[in-house]
C-alpha cells in the first residue's frame, strides 16, 4: 500500500527566503505525486503535479517540485516567499488507478 | 454549479444521534473521495467512489460510517452513534478519473459532536 510521509509538520520561514516542504513517499508500483494547499479558511487547490517526463515540475505562485525516483521523494520548493504563501501544504500520491492518498501536511509559516 | 458541493457547511449534533453529511460531485466526474481533516491529524482517507466499481472502504475508522453514491453522482456520508471524537471537517473530492487527474475538493462540512 501507498503512503506519504512529510517530514515537517512546521517550516517558518522570514519572507523573501527560499523554502523547501520534504515529501517522501513509499509504493510498490509507479505513482503520480501531487502538492495541494489550504490557505487559511479555505478549501484545497492543486498546486503542481507529476505524472512522468521531467522530474522538475513548475506550478502556480512560484513552487516547484522535483520527482526522484531513487529517494522516491518529491519536494516542494519555492525561491523566494511571501506572505501570502502562509498556508498549509499537503503532499498526495495515487497509483494509477486508485485513491490518492495523503500525507499529514506541512504548516508554512512566512514572517515579515 | 461549477464545483463540488457539500452540505450541510457546519453541523452540531449530540453524542449518539446519527448523522448524514451530502456532496454533489462535480458533473461528469467519475471518481469521489470523502476525506477527514482533524486538526493536526492531515487529511485521513475514508472511502472511494469509482464509476460502477465496488467503493474501496478500507479507510472507514468503525462500522458507524457508511456512504452510498446514488446513480453515480451524489453521494452521502452517514455516521451513526456519533462521538466526540467524530468532530472534524469531512471534505469531499471528485476527479474525472483515477490516477493522475486533479481532485477538486469541496468547501467541507464540519461536523461537531456535543
Known amino acids: 500500500a501507498q503512503s506519504v510521509t512529510q517530514l515537517d509538520s512546521q517550516v517558518p520561514v522570514f519572507e523573501e527566503a527560499p523554502v523547501e516542504l520534504r515529501c517522501n513517499y513509499s509504493?510498490?508500483?509507479?505513482?503520480?505525486l501531487f502538492w495541494y494547499v489550504q490557505y487559511p479558511n479555505q478549501g484545497l487547490q492543486l498546486l503542481l503535479k507529476?505524472?512522468?517526463?521531467?522530474?522538475l515540475v513548475k506550478g502556480i505562485n512560484g513552487f516547484e517540485a522535483e520527482f526522484n525516483k531513487s529517494q522516491t521523494s518529491f519536494h516542494l520548493r519555492k525561491p523566494s516567499v511571501h506572505i501570502s504563501d502562509t498556508a498549509e501544504y499537503f503532499c498526495?500520491?495515487?497509483?494509477?488507478?486508485?485513491?490518492?492518498?495523503f500525507g499529514q501536511g506541512t504548516t508554512l509559516q512566512v514572517k515579515p | 454549479g461549477a464545483g463540488v458541493s457539500q452540505s450541510p457547511s457546519n453541523k452540531v449534533t449530540e453524542k449518539g444521534k446519527d448523522v448524514e453529511l451530502r456532496c454533489d460531485p462535480i458533473?461528469?466526474?467519475?471518481?469521489l473521495y470523502w476525506y477527514r481533516q482533524s486538526l493536526g491529524q492531515g487529511l485521513e482517507f475514508l472511502i472511494y467512489?469509482?464509476?460502477?466499481?465496488?467503493?474501496?472502504k478500507s479507510g472507514l475508522p468503525s462500522d458507524r460510517f457508511s456512504a452510498e453514491r446514488t446513480g453515480g453522482s451524489v453521494s452521502t456520508l452517514t455516521i451513526q452513534r456519533t462521538q466526540q471524537e467524530d468532530s472534524a471537517v469531512y471534505l469531499c473530492?471528485?476527479?474525472?478519473?483515477?490516477?493522475?487527474?486533479?481532485?477538486?475538493f469541496g468547501q467541507g462540512t464540519r461536523l461537531t459532536v456535543v
Open positions: 473530492a471528485s476527479s474525472s478519473m483515477t490516477g493522475g487527474t486533479e481532485a477538486f
Open positions: 509504493s510498490s508500483v509507479s505513482v503520480y
Open positions: 507529476y505524472l512522468s517526463g521531467s522530474t
Open positions: 498526495a500520491v495515487s497509483e494509477l488507478v486508485g485513491k490518492l492518498i
Open positions: 458533473s461528469g466526474h467519475t471518481a
Open positions: 467512489f469509482q464509476g460502477n466499481s465496488a467503493p474501496d
